[in-house]
């Protein structure tokens, strides 16, 4: 018989409990990356997390024999709802062992939870705030994950479809040889034609201050170019400055890069340098020498993502993304990267598919997020 145990967020010893549900399903995965200090904390604190200002969520654990075996967490974001004038729940922080009995005594206590609040739709898995990674992964089980990626193993699929979930949307991401990034001649002649008839420039930074001040710009054209997404949510200045909090400790300000059309922003395209195996190697553990070897690491490491990459709808069409991603080849070539992905593609974007597919990438991660109906 499977005990479903409601978190109390407020109480240290919980929280730890949820998260080391986590910790003990994946001891010993070679592809798993275990969280770093204060980084699944700062979910459950609903004094620290934006999230709760505007919003609610539970968290729950599945006991079975007297053992964790599962958790879930499930959010009723009223901004996504307002927005998307829906009555969605989002579900997130699903682990579990391979047993059907856990995961449908998990889901259970979620729709639960959504049911007793009017919600009428599940959708996940789904964060709390943008740029939180989403989907189940389906295929690309033997890689390491992307920068705040989720891993699972191959069963979850299983268990979620079993509780009577189906595909909303998959969520491509795609792997370069970066030593020998095959992005077609065109593309550069193209860049060079569009710099010099259009004007537009790329914006470069020298350092993480630099990139701070910035950061309302960057999020308003954010807010203006993904309005019409699916995953779309307006960022509150709250959850820009958490944003900030958990992205810039991991940035490179020369991979970076804004799309300008005199003053104005344009368009974007983030890169971030890959540390998870320098992560697992510490075990997650910044002291005494974890900080120090994650520092070196942020130089080091040949593995880089490309994740962010946006065209205001007015300039689409312009060129501006031939001039970002030649740019932004020229940088991994000159910071000796050995190996590139292209993070959470939407699978239905045709467009953006075609564009990495001319980069020379090769499809090798699938996501997918799942909805279900609970009228």
């Known amino acids: 018989m499977v005990e479903i145990v409601r978190i109390d967020t407020g109480n240290k010893a919980h929280v730890k409990r949820f998260i080391q549900v986590n910790v003990n399903l994946y001891k010993g995965c070679p592809y798993w990356v275990p969280p770093l200090p ?36 499930v959010l009723e974001n009223r901004r996504h709802n307002e927005h998307k004038h829906e009555r969605t729940a989002y579900w997130y922080f699903f682990d579990s062992i391979d047993d059907l009995e856990v995961s449908r005594a998990l889901f259970k206590a979620a729709e639960d939870w959504a ?72 593309v550069y002649e193209l860049a060079e034609k569009v710099k010099k008839h259009r004007g537009i420039t790329i914006k470069t930074f020298r350092s993480k201050n630099e990139i701070r001040q910035m950061a309302n710009d960057i999020m308003k054209v954010y807010n203006e170019t993904f309005v019409n997404n699916w995953e779309y949510v307006p960022v509150t200045p709250a959850e820009m400055q958490a944003i ?9 300000p020369e991979l970076i890069k804004l799309a300008m059309k005199g003053d104005e922003i344009i368009g974007f395209l983030f890169g971030f340098p890959n540390i998870n195996e320098a992560i697992q190697q510490i075990g997650g553990r910044l002291w005494p020498f974890g900080f120090i ?41 000159d910071n000796r990267f050995q190996f590139a992905e292209l993070v959470q593609v939407e699978a239905g974007n045709e467009k953006m598919q075609a564009e990495v597919k001319a980069l020379g990438a090769i499809l090798y991660k699938i996501h997918r997020v799942y909805t279900k109906r609970l009228d």
Do not use: C
Request: no cysteine.
């Open 38 to 73: 204060g980084d699944q904390e700062f979910y459950l604190d609903r004094r620290r997390n934006p999230f709760f200002e505007h919003s609610d969520a539970d968290f729950f654990i599945a006991v079975k024999d007297g053992r964790d075996v599962g958790r879930i967490a």
């Open 115 to 186: 049911r007793a609040r009017r919600l009428n739709q599940m959708l996940g898995p789904k964060g709390f705030i943008p740029f939180d990674a989403f989907g189940v992964l389906i295929q690309g089980f033997d890689a390491l994950p992307a920068m705040g990626g989720l891993y699972n193993y191959p069963y979850y699929d299983k268990l979620v479809t079993d509780m009577g979930y189906q595909r909303f949307v998959d969520i491509t991401s795609w792997y370069m040889d970066a030593e020998k990034m095959d992005i077609s001649p065109r």
């Open 244 to 252: 900030l909090d958990r992205m810039l400790p991991i940035v490179r």
């Open 293 to 333: 070897k994650l520092l070196r690491a942020l130089q080091t490491t040949r593995r880089v993502d490309l994740n962010g990459m946006g065209i205001l709808p007015k300039h689409q069409g312009g060129g501006a993304n031939a001039v970002l991603y030649a740019e932004m080849a020229h940088t991994i070539k």
